[in-house]
Protein backbone atom coordinates (compact mmCIF):
# COMPACT_ATOMS: atom_id res chain seq x y z
CA UNK A 1 0.00 0.00 0.00
CA UNK A 2 1.24 3.30 -0.93
CA UNK A 3 2.06 5.73 1.84
CA UNK A 4 -0.47 8.58 1.75
CA UNK A 5 -3.35 5.46 1.40
CA UNK A 6 -2.35 4.65 4.56
CA UNK A 7 -3.76 8.09 6.12
CA UNK A 8 -6.44 8.27 3.81
CA UNK A 9 -7.99 4.88 5.65
CA UNK A 10 -6.60 5.87 9.01
CA UNK A 11 -8.78 9.16 8.37
CA UNK A 12 -11.96 7.61 6.70
CA UNK A 13 -12.05 5.36 9.40
CA UNK A 14 -11.27 8.03 11.90
CA UNK A 15 -14.57 9.70 10.51
CA UNK A 16 -17.14 6.61 10.57
CA UNK A 17 -15.80 6.02 14.29
CA UNK A 18 -16.44 9.56 15.46
CA UNK A 19 -19.86 9.52 12.64
CA UNK A 20 -21.35 6.50 14.51
CA UNK A 21 -20.60 8.30 18.05
CA UNK A 22 -21.67 11.62 17.24
CA UNK A 23 -23.88 12.68 19.85
CA UNK A 24 -22.68 10.39 22.68
CA UNK A 25 -21.75 11.63 25.35
CA UNK A 26 -18.23 10.35 26.93
CA UNK A 27 -17.45 12.65 29.54
CA UNK A 28 -17.39 10.29 32.92
CA UNK A 29 -20.18 10.28 35.19
CA UNK A 30 -20.13 10.01 39.29
CA UNK A 31 -23.51 8.25 39.59
CA UNK A 32 -25.75 6.50 37.49
CA UNK A 33 -29.57 5.49 38.57
CA UNK A 34 -32.05 3.24 36.31
CA UNK A 35 -35.83 3.54 37.22
CA UNK A 36 -38.77 1.88 35.11
CA UNK A 37 -42.55 2.94 35.21
CA UNK A 38 -45.40 1.14 36.91
CA UNK A 39 -48.33 0.99 38.45
CA UNK A 40 -48.67 0.26 42.29
CA UNK A 41 -52.01 0.30 43.99
CA UNK A 42 -53.44 2.02 41.01
CA UNK A 43 -50.99 5.00 40.96
CA UNK A 44 -47.95 5.49 38.45
CA UNK A 45 -44.81 4.89 40.09
CA UNK A 46 -41.31 5.05 39.33
CA UNK A 47 -39.85 1.37 40.55
CA UNK A 48 -35.69 1.70 41.05
CA UNK A 49 -34.08 -1.15 38.86
CA UNK A 50 -30.43 -0.52 40.02
CA UNK A 51 -28.03 -0.94 43.47
CA UNK A 52 -29.61 -0.03 46.53
CA UNK A 53 -32.58 1.51 45.08
CA UNK A 54 -33.83 -1.22 43.63
CA UNK A 55 -37.85 -2.35 43.54
CA UNK A 56 -37.85 1.33 46.00
CA UNK A 57 -41.34 2.84 44.74
CA UNK A 58 -40.34 6.82 43.60
CA UNK A 59 -37.00 6.13 44.93
CA UNK A 60 -34.93 8.88 46.65
CA UNK A 61 -31.75 9.63 44.79
CA UNK A 62 -29.25 11.75 46.11
CA UNK A 63 -25.41 13.37 44.99
CA UNK A 64 -23.24 16.09 45.95
CA UNK A 65 -23.50 19.69 44.48
CA UNK A 66 -21.26 19.37 41.12
CA UNK A 67 -21.66 15.74 40.47
CA UNK A 68 -22.44 14.50 37.28
CA UNK A 69 -25.84 12.28 37.44
CA UNK A 70 -26.86 9.49 34.71
CA UNK A 71 -30.58 8.38 34.98
CA UNK A 72 -32.08 6.02 32.57
CA UNK A 73 -35.53 5.33 32.08
CA UNK A 74 -37.55 2.28 31.39
CA UNK A 75 -40.99 2.73 29.36
CA UNK A 76 -42.89 -0.57 31.35
CA UNK A 77 -45.55 -0.54 29.35
CA UNK A 78 -48.70 1.94 29.86
CA UNK A 79 -48.55 5.12 27.99
CA UNK A 80 -45.78 7.61 27.15
CA UNK A 81 -43.65 8.71 29.89
CA UNK A 82 -40.28 10.94 30.74
CA UNK A 83 -38.42 11.87 33.82
CA UNK A 84 -37.66 15.95 34.46
CA UNK A 85 -35.45 17.57 37.22
CA UNK A 86 -36.65 20.89 36.34
CA UNK A 87 -33.81 22.87 39.10
CA UNK A 88 -31.07 20.70 37.31
CA UNK A 89 -32.70 22.14 33.79
CA UNK A 90 -32.83 18.55 32.28
CA UNK A 91 -35.52 16.14 31.18
CA UNK A 92 -35.01 12.38 29.23
CA UNK A 93 -36.68 11.79 25.86
CA UNK A 94 -39.96 10.84 26.06
CA UNK A 95 -40.21 6.59 26.12
CA UNK A 96 -43.28 5.64 23.96
CA UNK A 97 -43.31 1.98 23.88
CA UNK A 98 -42.69 -0.77 26.41
CA UNK A 99 -39.41 -1.37 27.10
CA UNK A 100 -38.46 1.84 25.04
CA UNK A 101 -35.52 3.68 26.91
CA UNK A 102 -34.19 7.09 27.55
CA UNK A 103 -30.99 8.54 29.07
CA UNK A 104 -30.53 11.67 30.63
CA UNK A 105 -27.06 13.21 32.22
CA UNK A 106 -26.63 16.41 34.02
CA UNK A 107 -24.48 17.86 36.68
CA UNK A 108 -26.11 18.59 39.95
CA UNK A 109 -26.78 21.98 40.74
CA UNK A 110 -24.62 23.74 43.56
CA UNK A 111 -27.84 23.82 45.96
CA UNK A 112 -27.83 22.14 49.27
CA UNK A 113 -31.31 20.42 50.29
CA UNK A 114 -34.14 19.01 48.20
CA UNK A 115 -34.97 18.92 44.31
CA UNK A 116 -37.90 17.26 42.75
CA UNK A 117 -38.16 14.98 40.05
CA UNK A 118 -41.19 13.94 37.89
CA UNK A 119 -42.51 12.96 34.65
CA UNK A 120 -43.55 15.55 33.48
CA UNK A 121 -45.66 13.97 30.55
CA UNK A 122 -49.37 14.55 30.90
CA UNK A 123 -51.31 14.42 34.69
CA UNK A 124 -48.73 11.63 35.65
CA UNK A 125 -46.86 13.75 38.22
CA UNK A 126 -49.95 14.36 39.96
CA UNK A 127 -51.36 10.77 39.44
CA UNK A 128 -47.83 9.37 41.72
CA UNK A 129 -44.85 9.97 39.26
CA UNK A 130 -42.58 11.91 41.51
CA UNK A 131 -39.69 11.67 43.50
CA UNK A 132 -37.12 13.32 45.98
CA UNK A 133 -33.01 14.30 44.87
CA UNK A 134 -31.35 14.93 47.82
CA UNK A 135 -28.23 16.86 47.52
CA UNK A 136 -25.50 16.94 50.04
CA UNK A 137 -21.72 17.19 50.31
CA UNK A 138 -21.94 13.46 51.11
CA UNK A 139 -23.76 12.49 48.57
CA UNK A 140 -26.34 10.27 51.17
CA UNK A 141 -29.90 10.46 50.46
CA UNK A 142 -30.10 11.93 54.05
CA UNK A 143 -31.64 15.27 54.04
CA UNK A 144 -29.64 17.79 55.48
CA UNK A 145 -31.77 20.75 55.54
CA UNK A 146 -33.38 21.79 58.90
CA UNK A 147 -36.99 21.16 58.03
CA UNK A 148 -38.21 23.03 61.95
CA UNK A 149 -36.45 26.37 60.85
CA UNK A 150 -38.18 29.04 63.09
CA UNK A 151 -40.92 31.42 61.64
CA UNK A 152 -38.70 35.07 60.33
CA UNK A 153 -35.19 32.59 59.18
CA UNK A 154 -33.49 34.85 56.94
CA UNK A 155 -33.50 32.37 54.63
CA UNK A 156 -37.21 31.89 54.34
CA UNK A 157 -38.82 33.67 51.19
CA UNK A 158 -42.70 34.78 51.41
CA UNK A 159 -44.95 32.43 49.23
CA UNK A 160 -48.08 33.73 48.17
CA UNK A 161 -51.04 31.12 49.72
CA UNK A 162 -52.29 30.54 45.98
CA UNK A 163 -52.05 26.55 45.49
CA UNK A 164 -48.43 24.72 46.84
CA UNK A 165 -45.69 26.66 48.59
CA UNK A 166 -43.24 24.45 46.16
CA UNK A 167 -40.07 22.54 46.45
CA UNK A 168 -37.34 22.81 49.31
CA UNK A 169 -33.90 24.52 48.34
CA UNK A 170 -30.86 25.27 50.46
CA UNK A 171 -29.50 28.50 49.25
CA UNK A 172 -25.40 28.54 50.12
CA UNK A 173 -23.92 31.73 51.05
CA UNK A 174 -26.74 32.60 53.44
CA UNK A 175 -25.68 31.93 57.32
CA UNK A 176 -28.26 29.52 58.75
CA UNK A 177 -29.63 28.82 55.57
CA UNK A 178 -32.61 26.41 55.32
CA UNK A 179 -35.26 25.21 52.84
CA UNK A 180 -35.93 28.00 51.00
CA UNK A 181 -39.64 28.11 49.41
CA UNK A 182 -40.24 29.70 46.04
CA UNK A 183 -43.00 31.66 45.50
CA UNK A 184 -45.89 30.19 43.20
CA UNK A 185 -45.55 32.62 40.40
CA UNK A 186 -44.50 31.43 36.82
CA UNK A 187 -41.35 33.14 35.46
CA UNK A 188 -42.86 34.22 32.39
CA UNK A 189 -46.51 35.18 34.24
CA UNK A 190 -46.30 39.19 34.55
CA UNK A 191 -49.62 39.37 34.02
CA UNK A 192 -50.10 37.27 37.25
CA UNK A 193 -47.62 39.52 39.33
CA UNK A 194 -50.00 42.55 37.83
CA UNK A 195 -52.64 41.19 39.06
CA UNK A 196 -51.58 41.05 42.63
CA UNK A 197 -50.38 44.75 41.96
CA UNK A 198 -53.58 45.34 42.08
CA UNK A 199 -55.01 43.18 44.44
CA UNK A 200 -55.21 43.23 48.25
CA UNK A 201 -51.44 43.00 47.83
CA UNK A 202 -51.81 46.31 46.60
CA UNK A 203 -48.18 47.91 45.62
CA UNK A 204 -46.12 44.77 44.55
CA UNK A 205 -44.00 45.22 41.43
CA UNK A 206 -44.90 43.72 38.35
CA UNK A 207 -41.33 43.38 37.78
CA UNK A 208 -39.98 39.77 38.99
CA UNK A 209 -36.85 40.51 40.61
CA UNK A 210 -38.71 43.60 42.66
CA UNK A 211 -41.54 41.29 43.31
CA UNK A 212 -38.82 38.73 45.03
CA UNK A 213 -37.21 41.24 46.78
CA UNK A 214 -40.93 42.48 48.22
CA UNK A 215 -41.75 38.83 48.95
CA UNK A 216 -39.05 38.66 51.39
CA UNK A 217 -39.03 41.30 53.17
CA UNK A 218 -42.71 42.77 53.05
CA UNK A 219 -43.87 41.82 56.42
CA UNK A 220 -47.61 41.74 55.56
CA UNK A 221 -47.31 38.88 52.97
CA UNK A 222 -47.30 34.80 53.86
CA UNK A 223 -43.96 33.05 55.12
CA UNK A 224 -43.39 29.49 55.14
CA UNK A 225 -43.20 28.24 58.88
CA UNK A 226 -42.08 24.83 57.95
CA UNK A 227 -40.49 23.67 54.47
CA UNK A 228 -43.55 22.29 53.25
CA UNK A 229 -43.49 19.36 50.46
CA UNK A 230 -46.86 19.87 49.17
CA UNK A 231 -49.75 21.96 49.60
CA UNK A 232 -48.69 24.35 52.58
CA UNK A 233 -51.88 25.80 53.89
CA UNK A 234 -51.66 24.56 57.06
CA UNK A 235 -47.94 25.29 58.02
CA UNK A 236 -48.61 28.94 56.91
CA UNK A 237 -49.28 32.01 58.74
CA UNK A 238 -48.62 35.94 58.51
CA UNK A 239 -45.83 37.03 60.92
CA UNK A 240 -42.81 39.74 60.61
CA UNK A 241 -39.19 38.86 59.78
CA UNK A 242 -37.41 38.93 63.05
CA UNK A 243 -34.46 40.33 60.84
CA UNK A 244 -33.53 42.25 57.49
CA UNK A 245 -31.95 40.72 54.90
CA UNK A 246 -28.56 42.33 53.48
CA UNK A 247 -28.66 43.06 50.48
CA UNK A 248 -25.82 40.45 49.20
CA UNK A 249 -28.61 37.65 50.72
CA UNK A 250 -31.26 38.97 48.64
CA UNK A 251 -29.19 39.14 45.59
CA UNK A 252 -28.55 35.69 46.75
CA UNK A 253 -32.10 34.50 46.46
CA UNK A 254 -33.04 36.26 43.77
CA UNK A 255 -30.27 34.95 41.33
CA UNK A 256 -31.07 31.50 42.45
CA UNK A 257 -34.82 31.79 41.52
CA UNK A 258 -33.63 33.15 38.46
CA UNK A 259 -31.17 30.67 37.60
CA UNK A 260 -34.33 28.35 38.30
CA UNK A 261 -36.15 26.96 34.32
CA UNK A 262 -39.92 28.69 33.80
CA UNK A 263 -42.35 27.62 35.99
CA UNK A 264 -40.18 25.50 38.26
CA UNK A 265 -40.68 27.34 41.79
CA UNK A 266 -42.28 24.32 42.91
CA UNK A 267 -45.73 24.63 41.44
CA UNK A 268 -47.58 21.66 40.01
CA UNK A 269 -44.59 20.58 36.89
CA UNK A 270 -45.13 22.13 34.02
CA UNK A 271 -48.31 20.83 31.97
CA UNK A 272 -50.90 22.26 30.10
CA UNK A 273 -52.75 21.85 33.20
CA UNK A 274 -51.47 24.28 34.80
CA UNK A 275 -51.31 27.39 32.01
CA UNK A 276 -55.18 26.94 31.28
CA UNK A 277 -57.35 29.75 33.09
CA UNK A 278 -59.60 28.17 35.52
CA UNK A 279 -62.92 29.57 32.93
CA UNK A 280 -61.40 28.00 29.87
CA UNK A 281 -62.13 24.65 29.80
CA UNK A 282 -63.50 23.15 26.69
CA UNK A 283 -67.48 21.93 26.90
CA UNK A 284 -67.49 18.22 26.98
CA UNK A 285 -70.94 17.72 27.96
CA UNK A 286 -72.93 15.63 25.62
CA UNK A 287 -76.00 17.31 24.61
CA UNK A 288 -79.00 14.84 25.43
CA UNK A 289 -81.16 15.08 22.96
CA UNK A 290 -78.16 14.14 20.35
CA UNK A 291 -78.49 10.64 18.97
CA UNK A 292 -79.40 9.01 16.02
CA UNK A 293 -82.87 8.33 14.33
CA UNK A 294 -84.16 4.87 14.81
CA UNK A 295 -83.46 2.62 12.10
CA UNK A 296 -86.54 0.73 11.92
CA UNK A 297 -86.95 -2.28 9.48
CA UNK A 298 -84.09 -3.55 7.29
CA UNK A 299 -81.56 -6.22 6.04
CA UNK A 300 -78.36 -6.43 8.50
CA UNK A 301 -75.24 -4.54 7.40
CA UNK A 302 -71.88 -3.32 8.12
CA UNK A 303 -71.86 -0.23 10.24
CA UNK A 304 -68.98 1.64 10.77
CA UNK A 305 -67.89 2.60 14.26
CA UNK A 306 -65.41 5.97 14.80
CA UNK A 307 -63.35 6.12 18.15
CA UNK A 308 -61.19 8.37 18.96
CA UNK A 309 -59.67 8.88 21.92
CA UNK A 310 -58.55 12.48 23.84
CA UNK A 311 -57.30 13.86 26.55
CA UNK A 312 -58.22 17.61 27.08
CA UNK A 313 -59.17 19.84 29.85
CA UNK A 314 -62.94 20.60 29.94
CA UNK A 315 -65.64 22.42 32.35
CA UNK A 316 -66.22 20.40 35.35
CA UNK A 317 -68.19 23.09 37.07
CA UNK A 318 -67.98 26.96 37.05
CA UNK A 319 -64.56 27.87 37.58
CA UNK A 320 -63.10 24.26 37.81
CA UNK A 321 -61.87 22.41 35.30
CA UNK A 322 -60.42 18.94 34.89
CA UNK A 323 -58.23 17.15 32.49
CA UNK A 324 -60.70 14.64 31.09
CA UNK A 325 -60.19 11.15 29.17
CA UNK A 326 -63.35 11.02 26.53
CA UNK A 327 -64.55 9.63 23.18
CA UNK A 328 -64.82 12.23 20.73
CA UNK A 329 -64.42 15.24 22.86
CA UNK A 330 -67.74 14.17 24.87
CA UNK A 331 -68.86 12.66 27.73
CA UNK A 332 -70.52 10.18 27.44
CA UNK A 333 -69.30 9.09 24.17
CA UNK A 334 -71.10 8.82 20.96
CA UNK A 335 -74.56 6.91 20.67
CA UNK A 336 -74.18 4.51 18.17
CA UNK A 337 -77.59 2.51 17.09
CA UNK A 338 -77.07 -0.84 15.62
CA UNK A 339 -79.89 -3.41 14.19
CA UNK A 340 -79.64 -7.25 15.53
CA UNK A 341 -77.68 -8.91 13.02
CA UNK A 342 -75.74 -5.95 11.88
CA UNK A 343 -71.58 -6.42 11.96
CA UNK A 344 -70.10 -3.61 13.30
CA UNK A 345 -66.18 -2.21 12.64
CA UNK A 346 -65.12 -0.28 15.43
CA UNK A 347 -62.15 2.11 14.28
CA UNK A 348 -60.63 2.86 17.64
CA UNK A 349 -57.83 5.84 16.92
CA UNK A 350 -55.69 7.55 20.02
CA UNK A 351 -55.42 11.22 19.41
CA UNK A 352 -51.14 12.12 18.52
CA UNK A 353 -51.43 14.48 21.78
CA UNK A 354 -52.52 11.84 24.28
CA UNK A 355 -49.99 10.85 27.08
CA UNK A 356 -52.36 7.23 27.71
CA UNK A 357 -53.04 3.93 25.60
CA UNK A 358 -56.56 3.92 25.22
CA UNK A 359 -59.01 0.94 24.25
CA UNK A 360 -62.86 0.20 23.98
CA UNK A 361 -64.81 -2.51 25.38
CA UNK A 362 -68.65 -3.12 24.37
CA UNK A 363 -70.74 -4.79 25.95
CA UNK A 364 -72.75 -5.91 23.05
CA UNK A 365 -69.40 -8.02 21.93
CA UNK A 366 -69.37 -11.33 22.06
CA UNK A 367 -65.89 -12.49 22.48
CA UNK A 368 -62.41 -11.54 24.58
CA UNK A 369 -62.59 -8.06 26.31
CA UNK A 370 -65.20 -7.25 24.21
CA UNK A 371 -63.05 -6.14 21.83
CA UNK A 372 -60.44 -4.52 24.43
CA UNK A 373 -58.11 -7.34 23.48
CA UNK A 374 -57.94 -5.83 20.29
CA UNK A 375 -57.74 -2.05 20.80
CA UNK A 376 -54.74 -1.47 22.80
CA UNK A 377 -54.64 1.62 20.99
CA UNK A 378 -50.91 3.63 21.84
CA UNK A 379 -50.68 7.77 21.08
CA UNK A 380 -50.70 8.61 16.79
CA UNK A 381 -52.00 4.99 15.99
CA UNK A 382 -55.24 3.19 15.20
CA UNK A 383 -56.69 -0.45 15.76
CA UNK A 384 -59.89 -2.35 14.08
CA UNK A 385 -61.85 -4.67 14.42
CA UNK A 386 -65.38 -6.28 13.77
CA UNK A 387 -68.27 -7.69 15.58
CA UNK A 388 -71.77 -9.22 14.92
CA UNK A 389 -74.56 -7.69 17.16
CA UNK A 390 -76.48 -10.99 18.24
CA UNK A 391 -78.34 -9.86 21.00
CA UNK A 392 -80.36 -6.63 21.35
CA UNK A 393 -80.44 -4.52 24.31
CA UNK A 394 -78.76 -1.38 25.14
CA UNK A 395 -75.26 -1.83 25.88
CA UNK A 396 -72.59 0.27 27.38
CA UNK A 397 -69.16 0.37 26.18
CA UNK A 398 -65.53 2.23 27.94
CA UNK A 399 -62.37 1.93 27.39
CA UNK A 400 -60.04 -1.08 29.60
CA UNK A 401 -57.12 -0.17 29.91
CA UNK A 402 -55.64 -0.62 32.71
CA UNK A 403 -56.27 1.45 35.09
CA UNK A 404 -59.29 0.60 33.78
CA UNK A 405 -61.42 2.43 36.65
CA UNK A 406 -59.38 5.42 36.00
CA UNK A 407 -59.84 5.80 32.39
CA UNK A 408 -63.93 5.53 33.14
CA UNK A 409 -64.33 7.46 35.66
CA UNK A 410 -62.52 10.92 33.77
CA UNK A 411 -64.81 9.94 31.01
CA UNK A 412 -64.49 7.24 28.59
CA UNK A 413 -67.71 5.60 28.50
CA UNK A 414 -70.86 5.28 26.14
CA UNK A 415 -73.85 3.48 25.14
CA UNK A 416 -74.58 1.40 21.72
CA UNK A 417 -78.21 0.54 21.11
CA UNK A 418 -79.06 -3.15 19.25
CA UNK A 419 -82.52 -2.68 18.18
CA UNK A 420 -84.71 -5.67 17.75
CA UNK A 421 -85.64 -6.80 14.31
CA UNK A 422 -89.01 -5.24 14.82
CA UNK A 423 -87.20 -2.06 16.38
CA UNK A 424 -88.66 0.22 18.94
CA UNK A 425 -92.42 1.51 19.39
CA UNK A 426 -92.13 5.30 18.08
CA UNK A 427 -92.00 7.92 20.62
CA UNK A 428 -91.75 11.82 20.42
CA UNK A 429 -88.93 12.26 22.15
CA UNK A 430 -85.40 10.26 23.11
CA UNK A 431 -82.81 11.66 24.95
CA UNK A 432 -79.31 10.01 25.79
CA UNK A 433 -78.35 10.25 29.67
CA UNK A 434 -75.66 9.08 31.63
CA UNK A 435 -74.21 9.13 35.47
CA UNK A 436 -70.55 8.99 36.25
CA UNK A 437 -68.16 10.10 39.50
CA UNK A 438 -65.70 12.27 39.47
CA UNK A 439 -62.88 12.18 41.56
CA UNK A 440 -60.68 15.27 42.87
CA UNK A 441 -58.22 16.34 44.55
CA UNK A 442 -59.53 19.28 45.64
CA UNK A 443 -62.90 19.34 47.85
CA UNK A 444 -66.46 19.86 45.91
CA UNK A 445 -66.82 23.00 44.31
CA UNK A 446 -63.15 24.29 44.87
CA UNK A 447 -61.94 26.45 41.81
CA UNK A 448 -59.55 26.46 39.75
CA UNK A 449 -57.46 23.38 37.40
CA UNK A 450 -58.31 20.23 39.65
CA UNK A 451 -55.82 17.24 39.50
CA UNK A 452 -57.38 13.37 39.34
CA UNK A 453 -57.01 11.91 43.09
CA UNK A 454 -56.33 7.94 42.89
CA UNK A 455 -56.47 7.48 46.65
CA UNK A 456 -59.88 8.71 46.24
CA UNK A 457 -60.75 6.87 43.39
CA UNK A 458 -59.62 3.90 45.31
CA UNK A 459 -61.43 4.31 48.73
CA UNK A 460 -64.57 5.03 46.59
CA UNK A 461 -65.24 8.60 47.86
CA UNK A 462 -65.66 10.67 44.61
CA UNK A 463 -65.84 14.41 44.88
CA UNK A 464 -68.77 15.02 41.96
CA UNK A 465 -71.26 12.62 40.97
CA UNK A 466 -72.38 14.05 36.82
CA UNK A 467 -74.68 13.03 34.24
CA UNK A 468 -73.09 13.82 30.98
CA UNK A 469 -69.97 14.62 32.29
CA UNK A 470 -70.07 17.86 34.70
CA UNK A 471 -71.89 19.14 37.92
CA UNK A 472 -75.21 19.78 37.08
CA UNK A 473 -75.08 19.72 33.20
CA UNK A 474 -78.42 18.88 32.06
CA UNK A 475 -79.75 21.35 34.52
CA UNK A 476 -77.87 24.42 33.79
CA UNK A 477 -76.81 24.33 30.59
CA UNK A 478 -78.08 21.54 28.52
CA UNK A 479 -81.92 20.18 29.81
CA UNK A 480 -83.74 17.96 28.22
CA UNK A 481 -86.81 19.59 26.86
CA UNK A 482 -90.80 18.53 26.05
CA UNK A 483 -94.11 19.51 25.43
CA UNK A 484 -97.35 19.01 27.32
CA UNK A 485 -98.71 15.37 25.82
CA UNK A 486 -96.02 14.06 23.78
CA UNK A 487 -94.12 10.49 24.94
CA UNK A 488 -90.76 10.33 26.39
CA UNK A 489 -88.44 7.76 26.06
CA UNK A 490 -84.32 8.12 28.08
CA UNK A 491 -81.59 5.50 27.10
CA UNK A 492 -79.92 5.66 30.66
CA UNK A 493 -76.72 4.47 31.75
CA UNK A 494 -74.30 4.30 34.60
CA UNK A 495 -70.58 4.38 33.56
CA UNK A 496 -69.53 4.75 37.14
CA UNK A 497 -67.01 3.12 37.82
CA UNK A 498 -68.34 2.44 41.35
CA UNK A 499 -72.08 3.51 42.38
CA UNK A 500 -75.19 2.46 41.40
CA UNK A 501 -77.95 4.66 40.32
CA UNK A 502 -81.40 4.84 41.75
CA UNK A 503 -82.91 6.85 38.39
CA UNK A 504 -85.94 8.64 39.21
CA UNK A 505 -87.44 11.72 37.49
CA UNK A 506 -89.29 13.79 40.05
CA UNK A 507 -93.10 14.34 39.73
CA UNK A 508 -93.42 11.53 36.97
CA UNK A 509 -93.85 7.92 36.90
CA UNK A 510 -92.57 5.42 34.72
CA UNK A 511 -95.54 3.94 32.34
CA UNK A 512 -92.63 1.43 31.08
CA UNK A 513 -89.14 0.21 32.30
CA UNK A 514 -87.46 -2.06 30.30
CA UNK A 515 -85.35 -3.72 33.63
CA UNK A 516 -81.93 -4.00 33.12
CA UNK A 517 -81.95 -2.84 29.52
CA UNK A 518 -83.67 -6.21 28.33
CA UNK A 519 -85.44 -5.71 25.44
CA UNK A 520 -87.30 -8.42 24.94
CA UNK A 521 -88.54 -9.49 28.14
CA UNK A 522 -91.76 -7.65 28.90
CA UNK A 523 -91.35 -4.27 30.33
CA UNK A 524 -92.18 -3.39 34.10
CA UNK A 525 -94.93 -0.45 34.06
CA UNK A 526 -96.15 2.35 36.40
CA UNK A 527 -92.28 2.44 38.38
CA UNK A 528 -91.36 5.02 40.42
CA UNK A 529 -87.39 4.51 40.86
CA UNK A 530 -84.98 1.83 38.88
CA UNK A 531 -81.64 0.47 40.23
CA UNK A 532 -79.09 0.81 37.12
CA UNK A 533 -76.06 -0.95 38.15
CA UNK A 534 -72.37 0.05 36.80
CA UNK A 535 -71.79 -1.06 33.52
CA UNK A 536 -75.52 -0.84 33.23
CA UNK A 537 -78.22 0.49 31.36
CA UNK A 538 -82.36 0.76 31.41
CA UNK A 539 -84.73 2.40 28.93
CA UNK A 540 -87.39 4.13 30.29
CA UNK A 541 -90.76 5.98 28.74
CA UNK A 542 -93.71 7.81 29.91
CA UNK A 543 -96.02 9.97 28.88
CA UNK A 544 -95.90 14.21 30.01
CA UNK A 545 -99.42 15.43 31.22
CA UNK A 546 -98.62 18.72 32.26
CA UNK A 547 -95.87 21.75 32.03
CA UNK A 548 -93.11 22.61 34.07
CA UNK A 549 -89.74 21.62 35.17
CA UNK A 550 -89.22 17.60 35.93
CA UNK A 551 -85.82 16.80 37.46
CA UNK A 552 -83.85 14.26 37.15
CA UNK A 553 -81.99 12.55 39.96
CA UNK A 554 -80.27 9.51 41.76
CA UNK A 555 -82.50 8.85 44.54
CA UNK A 556 -79.57 8.13 46.66
CA UNK A 557 -80.13 12.25 47.33
CA UNK A 558 -77.04 13.36 49.16
CA UNK A 559 -75.56 12.85 45.39
CA UNK A 560 -77.73 16.13 44.64
CA UNK A 561 -75.69 18.26 46.20
CA UNK A 562 -72.32 16.97 44.44
CA UNK A 563 -73.44 17.95 40.99
CA UNK A 564 -75.84 15.18 39.82
CA UNK A 565 -79.21 16.86 38.87
CA UNK A 566 -81.16 17.16 35.65
CA UNK A 567 -83.81 18.98 34.48
CA UNK A 568 -86.90 17.99 31.63
CA UNK A 569 -88.50 21.41 30.95
CA UNK A 570 -92.08 20.66 29.27
CA UNK A 571 -93.75 23.21 28.05
CA UNK A 572 -97.46 23.46 27.16
CA UNK A 573 -101.09 23.95 28.21
CA UNK A 574 -101.95 23.99 32.12
CA UNK A 575 -103.89 20.63 32.77
CA UNK A 576 -106.05 21.38 36.21
CA UNK A 577 -107.88 17.79 35.98
CA UNK A 578 -104.18 15.99 36.91
CA UNK A 579 -102.44 18.79 38.47
CA UNK A 580 -103.33 22.13 40.48
CA UNK A 581 -103.36 24.17 43.09
CA UNK A 582 -101.04 27.38 43.86
CA UNK A 583 -97.39 27.13 43.86
CA UNK A 584 -95.50 27.57 47.47
CA UNK A 585 -91.85 28.71 47.89
CA UNK A 586 -88.96 26.38 49.49
CA UNK A 587 -89.86 22.98 47.73
CA UNK A 588 -86.20 21.63 46.93
CA UNK A 589 -87.47 20.80 43.55
Not at 369 to 395: H, R, S
Not at 471 to 494: C, D, M, Q, W, Y
Not at 547 to 558: I, T
Amino acid sequence: MRPYLKYVVFFTLLGALLAACSGKDFLPVDKEYTLTTDIKDGKFVFIGMSGDIRGQENPTLSAKPGERVSVTLFNGGEGQHNISFPEAKATSATVKSKNEQATVTFVVPNVHGEMEYYDGVGNHAELGMRGKFVVNESGAAAPSMNMSAPVGDAAVIAAFQKGTCGSCHNISGIPGAVGVVGPNLDKVSMEAASALKDSAYSGHAANEEEFIRESITDPNLYIAQNCPTGACSANVMPANFSQTLTNDEVNLIVGYLNGLPDGAYGAPPPSAETSVADNSGADIIHDPANIPAPIGKREPQVVRIDLEATELIGQLADGTTYTYWTFNDIVPGPFFRVKLGDTIEVHMKNSMSSTMNHSVDFHAVTGPGGGAVMTQTKPGEETVFTAKAINPGLFVYHCATPMVAQHITNGMYGLILVEPEEGLPPVDREFYVMQGEIYTAGAFGEQGYQMGDVAKLLDEEPEYFVFNGAANALSEKKPLKAKVGETVRIFFGVGGPNFTSSFHVIGEIFDRVYDQASLTAPPLTDVQTTLVPPGGATMVEFHVEVPGNFVLVDHALSRLQRGLAGILVVEGDQNPEIFNGTVTEGSGH
